[in-house]
């Protein structure tokens, strides 16, 4: 990056831009950022572009024609592409949209008005790395702060970032959680990627697996877990279609 400050992007597609606000979020670390680095794009913070940058935080997923050249051409001129929070990184909730036909979607968001709409400019959700390589994640709906920071700094450092692989029980362990199971509720917290400090437990409900699933998940544990407590793996199968149906998709046609 010659000595100069490394140029950093922004960019979102088809999400709600929550990972971007929980960036804008780092007030007290942001003075430090941009003695760092120079930020070029961030739509959410600036009206300044450019086309000069060296790393590229892509949040949002894949949903429309138009959206496929965009993300080319940013994975062409960035040296390093990092999907942001769970839309970019699997899809996220917007893969919800592939369940449906089309036409039932269009009814659902336009209601009496659908038939205006005769063509939408829209295709099935896909996470961004069906389309180009992505070197690191952060994982999260909304990403965590402090992930959102080790990264940047690991990356600023020359070094890969760290994404833990282990589960949310350990997280949720470490928070002195007791165990929904125990309450007769079911959890995504034993195959789902930690990093958040299990906090949806933490605040009362359960892991919903908005991080996504780790590396080598122990599915066998889950399933046996989930027996010893009365509960079925149908269940667990459907929480799963919440952040998990891109995914779940592409398992299923055996290409991932
Ligand atoms: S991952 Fe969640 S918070 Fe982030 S942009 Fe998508 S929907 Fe919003
Ligand atoms: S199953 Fe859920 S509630 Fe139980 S320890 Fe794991 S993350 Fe926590
Ligand atoms: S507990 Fe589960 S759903 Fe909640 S933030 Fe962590 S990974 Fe996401």
Same mark, same amino acid.
């Given at each position: 990056m010659n000595g100069e400050k490394p140029k950093v992007a922004f960019f979102s597609f088809t999400c709600c831009e929550g990972c971007q606000l929980a960036v804008l979020s780092c007030e007290k670390e942001l003075p430090d950022i941009l003695s760092l680095v120079?930020?070029?794009?961030f739509r959410e913070a600036m009206t300044g572009k450019s086309d000069d940058y060296d790393i590229a935080f892509v949040e949002g997923s894949i949903s429309r024609k138009e959206e496929i050249k965009k993300l080319k051409k940013i994975r062409k001129k960035a040296k390093v592409v990092v999907a942001l929070g769970a839309c970019s990184s699997t899809?996220?909730?917007?893969?919800?949209?592939? #369940?449906? %036909?089309m036409e039932e979607v269009k009814k659902i968001v336009y209601?009496?008005?659908?038939? #205006?709409? %005769?063509?939408?400019d829209t295709i099935p959700v896909m996470p961004i790395d069906s389309i180009v390589k992505v070197d690191y994640y952060i994982h999260g709906c909304p990403i965590p702060k402090k992930e959102f920071l080790s990264v940047l700094t690991s990356l600023l450092l020359g070094k890969s970032p760290e994404i833990p692989n282990h589960p949310v029980c350990v997280d949720c362990k470490l928070a002195g959680n007791i165990c929904v199971f125990e309450k007769g509720m079911r959890c995504l917290g034993p195959i789902t990627r930690a990093g958040c400090d299990a906090v949806c437990v933490t605040y009362g409900t359960y892991c919903w697996g908005c991080r996504g699933p780790v590396d080598n998940p122990n599915t066998q544990a889950h399933a046996e877990t989930l027996k010893r407590y009365g509960l079925t793996v149908d269940g667990v199968m459907k929480m799963l279609d919440l952040y998990g149906r891109c995914r779940k998709a592409r398992t299923q046609k055996g290409n991932r």
């Open positions: 120079n930020i070029v794009n899809g996220g909730l917007n893969c919800l949209k592939n #369940r449906f %036909p209601g009496k008005g659908a038939s #205006r709409y %005769p063509i939408l």
